[in-house]
């Protein structure tokens, strides 16, 4: 049987493309375009008043493209405009134009070597590259002794024009419109990503302590994708975690606008609720790392935010009543098609979300529950190749939940013999049974060994192999043969 999350993959970005006509009135948004001087924009940065998102995107530019623009603007060159948002507080957040503003920082000096990426910091002071060997500005710096701009060239920089356009809005505590401008107009190179987003037009005290959580190691050990690390992906998890963790039950889609306007709300959360949520988290994943282990998505095709929300808010809720079987519950969870239903297509519709948060409550800590049933996994593999003697005694085996009501027993299969309908290190779910009919595959014993085979009957009475490189068993002495069971269920290893 196939592992269900394998065929899930992140969609969460693919369907809200049709989620997020949002309609943004006009008179609601006032567009300034005007022209600064560098010498301005230079001192509104060390002013404190743009601002630039506190994760600090790496500079992507290599060091020739940003000589080719500083080159531009001391040549007078025509380039596109700078793209601010400006907020209640008149603060001016980078829409489009990061990197050619850290250009300028960068070249110009005024970036705190202590306050940057540690591998940014080879940009400070750079030296122009890249240009014609007839540029004048050829292989200079800005400051320095030798080979660097001259106090004219430094005025000239700094009277240069930039192009900007400042967007405002009637209603600034309106976050999710704002959302949606920076989503709208940031179309660049790298657009920024929807959590990227809130991390610019959301500072405060909640945005802050997302950041700090999401340094935990057990938590950085679950995102094995270095990709989602990058792109705030993986704070963007623990805001959905606490989003519906307090509101699932009035959900709304699309889940920008719900994760949005939760970050609004908890904006400048006060400490004790901080603390609270952070002692939830911590004990959250830590339960998770202590009973599942350190990949407890480990199997998705990329990294799913309905599977991981679904499992961390189940455990949140019976931190005190994990079940000693949660890892194979776990699996069950992963293999039910029904999960998987309201995980894939219209995974952030209302009804998914509930739904799924329900299921996954109901097969990981769900007690009595009719849908799961907890059988013996013998660890002793039944061959299916030569044969592996099953005793009745000393038999070691664990626990293991799982949707199949007919199964009394599972037994782990070593050997390529039924393949490839049972391959090497499936496990095979067994209905207890003395009897079988031809042509159904089984659990056999015959002259002190076991078989997991096909049984044919004809005349005689054959124990058949999936797999043509095996030859039949036939049955010659029929006091020596026992059905041990019937299979009515694989699960993949």
Known sequence: MENITDKIIDIDDEILEDE??????????????????????IQMWNDGEIKIPTFQRKFVWTTNQ?????DSVMSNLPF?????YEDNDHFYHVIDGQQRIKSILYFTNNFDIN?????????????????????????????????????TDKRTLKNRTIPITVITLDNPDDLTSVFYIFERLNK???????????????????????????????????????????????????????????????YKKPMKDFLTQYFTKKRNINNDELKCKRILFEKTVDSIYKNVGKKPFHGLN????????????????????????????????????????????????????????????????????QDIKIIKLYDMPVSAGTGNWLGDEDIQFDKISVDNKQADFALRISGDS???????????????????????????????????????????????????????IKIENAEEFYVNGIVVGVVSK
């Open 115 to 151: 306050k940057i990426d540690p591998l940014d910091k080879k940009y400070i002071g750079f030296k122009l590259t890249g240009l014609s060997k007839k540029s004048p500005y050829y292989q200079k710096t800005f400051d320095g002794t030798e080979n660097c701009f001259s106090d």
């Open 80 to 84: 596109g405009s700078f793209i601010f």
């Open 188 to 250: 660049g190179g790298t657009p920024l990503t929807a959590q990227e987003i809130r991390n610019c037009i959301c500072s405060g005290s909640f945005n802050d302590f997302l950041i700090s959580l999401n340094k935990n190691q057990q938590w950085q050990s679950f995102i094995t994708n270095e990709k989602d690390k990058i792109r705030q992906k993986d704070v963007e998890l623990i805001l959905r975690f606490f989003a519906l963790y307090d509101y699932s039950n009035v």
């Open 302 to 369: 990329g990294l799913n935010s309905s599977f991981v929300d679904s499992i961390m808010i189940a455990f949140a809720n019976n931190l005190d009543n994990i079940p000693e079987d949660i890892k194979s519950r776990c699996e069950t969870l992963k293999r039910s098609e029904e999960f998987y239903s309201y995980c894939s297509k219209a995974s952030n519709d209302a009804k998914s979300v509930i739904n799924r948060l329900e299921l996954a409550e109901n097969i990981l800590f769900g007690n009595n529950s």
């Open 20 to 41: 997020d006509i949002v309609y943004i009135p006009k008179d609601d948004v006032t567009c300034d375009s005007k022209n600064i001087d560098v010498r301005t924009l």
């Open 66 to 70: 940003a000589s080719k623009f500083i």
């Open 418 to 472: 039924m393949s490839p309908t049972i391959d090497n290190g499936n496990i095979v779910l067994v209905k207890a049974s003395k009897t079988i009919r031809s042509g159904e595959i089984g659990i056999f014993t015959y002259k002190n060994h076991a078989y997991c085979k096909r049984y044919l009957k004809t005349k005689a009475m054959y124990l058949k192999s999936e797999n043509p490189k095996y030859k039949n």
